[in-house]
């Protein structure tokens, strides 16, 4: 965090001058009144995240209404992709606008757009990943923008690699689309997923200051969703290998990276844990029984601070792999307060679908990504405490 401080030694040896005269004078006095413990300092949290809860968790609590959410409207904000923007494509309802994220034993910051851009002045913020870090990269252009909404600006749309500029502040945001993180290169006609080499992407990410990386869902994907035709591992070539072993591979590549590569002490890095999705009711409604894709209908979060459903199997892996690294990530842990938000997906919502399609939700409804406004405010909301407070 060395470029964020901006402490004056003369004033530390002031305040050093003050303290100790304060010591001298209190050792001669009882002090009968126990002061309250503060529980908002969350500043140098440590890493990885199951160390997080040291000051501050988080990552544990539970969803509150709170009228004065959302930070900022659909229709006000310069970037929101079709298949994100719920409220332009019909959403009738707008109560999971209204929850905002209350750790257990501390109240978050709420987000400032302006104190952002001041702290993170002449700085890159990237997200890399697949189409869960676009939603969140999105997001964070959104809450920052309504803060800021007379300043320049400029977008730079690309493949991989989009950025939006807030010229006034030199400040860049940036997405750079890596849904294996790894390298997957074009061999003879045929896309082969190189799990130990992540070179080729990498080079986009050495100049950025902060890097959000996510990865997860894409490992998974079979049939047509399917990213790569082979996959490379050992200097051999296969048609498919055990999912969760690849992620294995590709990890412990991107966690070599990171060590070999990234200063620590002029970077930060963060991992976003993986995003859960509800195409199965029965793990959030005992004794459901429908089928599909069933977020459809749902408008209001699981109650309390625990979900039924299943731990995703990704998530295990990717704790180990940063568990093992000599500069471990920080992981923004938003797994499980997401997988009480069963009401904040697109769902039909979507500019991806036409009117046909939205009228059979069970077979076409989006339940992995989320509306904006919505969750993923939330994340950058996690994101701009663990980075600057």
């Known amino acids: 965090m ?13 305040i050093s001058i003050l303290i100790l005269h304060f010591v001298v004078l209190a050792s001669s006095v009882r002090v009968a009144v126990r002061r309250p413990i503060k529980t908002r300092t ?49 959403r009738p309802d707008s109560d999971y606008l209204k929850y905002r994220w209350k750790p257990a034993n501390c109240e978050l910051p709420r987000f400032n757009g302006l104190d952002f851009l001041t702290k993170m002045r002449g700085k890159t913020v990237m997200f890399v990943g697949d189409s869960l870090g676009r939603n969140q990269w ?28 807030f010229l006034d502040y030199g400040v860049d945001v940036s997405f750079y689309r890596a849904p294996y993180l790894v390298d997957i290169d074009a061999v003879d006609g045929r896309r082969v997923l190189k799990l130990e080499d992540i070179s080729k992407n990498a080079r ?85 029984t429908s ?25 295990k892996v990717i704790d180990t792999v940063i568990q093992e690294m000599q500069n471990p990530a920080y992981i923004l842990d938003i797994t499980t307060l997401s997988a009480m938000r069963k009401d904040a997906h697109p769902s039909i919502y979507t500019g991806d679908l036409s009117p046909g399609q939205r009228a ?30």
């Open 291 to 315: 089928i599909g894709k069933s977020c459809y209908g749902e408008t209001s979060p699981m109650s309390g601070s625990a979900y039924p459903g299943v731990y995703p199997d990704q998530m």
């Open 42 to 90: 969350i500043r140098n949290l440590p890493i990885p995240h199951e160390s997080n809860q040291t000051q501050c968790a988080l990552f544990m609590g539970s969803w509150v209404h709170d009228e004065t959410y959302p930070i900022y409207q659909a229709s006000s904000c310069p970037l929101i992709d079709p298949e994100f923007n719920c409220q332009m494509y019909g």
């Open 204 to 288: 986009a990410w050495m100049t950025a200051d902060v890097l959000m990386f996510n990865t997860g869902h894409w490992w998974t994907h079979k049939g047509a969703l399917q990213g790569w035709d082979l996959i490379e591992s050992g200097g051999s070539l296969y048609q498919d290998l055990d999912r969760l072993a690849a992620l294995h591979t590709g990890l412990k590549t991107w966690a070599q990276w990171v060590d070999s590569h990234v200063a620590i002490t002029t970077k930060r890095i963060f991992f976003q844990s993986i995003s859960p999705t509800h195409y199965n009711p029965s793990e959030w409604s005992a004794g459901a």
């Open 2 to 14: 060395a470029f964020f401080s901006t402490f004056n030694p003369f004033v530390h040896v002031f």
């Open 138 to 165: 999105e997001s964070l252009i959104c809450m920052t923008w309504s803060s800021v909404p007379q300043s320049a600006t400029k977008i730079i749309r690309g493949d991989p690699l989009s950025t939006f500029k």
């Open 360 to 389: 059979n939700p069970d077979h076409v409804a989006d339940c992995s990504h989320w509306c904006l406004p919505g969750l993923p405010d939330t994340w950058n909301q996690l994101f701009y405490t663990a980075l600057l407070f």
